[in-house]
T-cell receptor, first 107, second 125 residues
Framework: DIQMTQSPSSLSASVGDRVTITCRASQSISTYLNWYQQKPGKAPKFLIYAASSLQTGVPSRFSGSGSGTHFTLTISSLQPEDFATYYC?????????FGQGTKLEIK | QVQLVQSGAEEKKPGASVKFSCRASGYTFTNYGVIWVRQAPGQGLEWIGWISGYNGNAISAPKFQGRVSLTTDTSTSTAYMELRSLISDDTAVYYCARKAFYHFGSGNYGAFDYWGQGTLVTVSS
């Protein structure tokens, strides 16, 4: 099984800040990496696929990068609606798997 | 518009079984797969399994093998998941989602683009 590890587990930031979340895979997954945003009590929302491609409708302040085992999600200028938990997910294996999540909180 | 509508909350005793439904609309069900994910209270997302909407082929995570059954009814565009021998640790919100493949560069990338609203299962004696 491919293990996905995110860091940090939680992060405090202010509106307007630039933040970066890291996701590492236990083996190379090329760019088969997706990102999701989840707000309390809601289903996850699909943000990014293929490590760097934004899903339709996702604001351009979100960006993703990386390949192999190291990936990042960057939010260039935090907005109030961005405070949520973010998950990476690999689709390289037939057994998909998620990172443990990064909770982005207001400072 | 694409929608996935899940069945309602359940309360079960340890050792019982539960069967979830996930009714899809707004797209051709047989062109996509459906995945199941759960989230225990205060915890992260855990992938349970995937089933093809086309031919019913399914795969589940090793920890659920032997305890989970994934099925579909293409006549009603509905996916089902049954989880047996419930224990308290199975208390969670269970989500279904559509698995789509996005073409980018030279690859096709699977992602979960539409989600159901979730079903809370509480396992308690």
């Amino acid at each position: 099984d491919i293990q996905m590890t995110q860091s940090p587990s939680s992060l405090s930031a202010s509106v307007g800040d630039r933040v970066t979340i890291t996701c590492r895979a236990s083996q190379s997954i090329s760019t088969y990496l997706n990102w999701y945003q989840q707000k309390p009590g809601k289903a996850p929302k699909f943000l990014i696929y293929a490590a760097s491609s934004l899903q339709t409708g996702v604001p351009s302040r979100f960006s993703g990068s990386g390949s192999g085992t190291h990936f990042t999600l960057t939010i260039s200028s935090l907005q109030p609606e961005d405070f949520a938990t973010y998950y990476c997910q690999q689709s390289y294996s037939t057994l998909d798997s998620f990172g443990q999540g990064t909770k982005l909180e207001i400072k | 518009q694409v929608q996935l509508v899940q069945s309602g909350a359940e309360e079960k005793k340890p050792g019982a079984s539960v069967k979830f439904s996930c009714r899809a609309s707004g797209y051709t069900f047989t062109n996509y797969g459906v995945i199941w994910v759960r989230q225990a209270p205060g915890q992260g997302l855990e992938w349970i399994g995937w089933i093809s909407g086309y031919n019913g082929n399914a795969i589940s995570a090793p920890k659920f093998q032997g305890r989970v059954s994934l099925t579909t009814d293409t006549s009603t565009s509905t996916a089902y998941m049954e989880l047996r021998s419930l224990i308290s640790d199975d208390t969670a919100v269970y989500y279904c989602a559509r698995k789509a493949f996005y073409h980018f560069g030279s690859g096709n990338y699977g992602a979960f683009d539409y989600w159901g609203q979730g079903t809370l299962v509480t396992v308690s004696s």
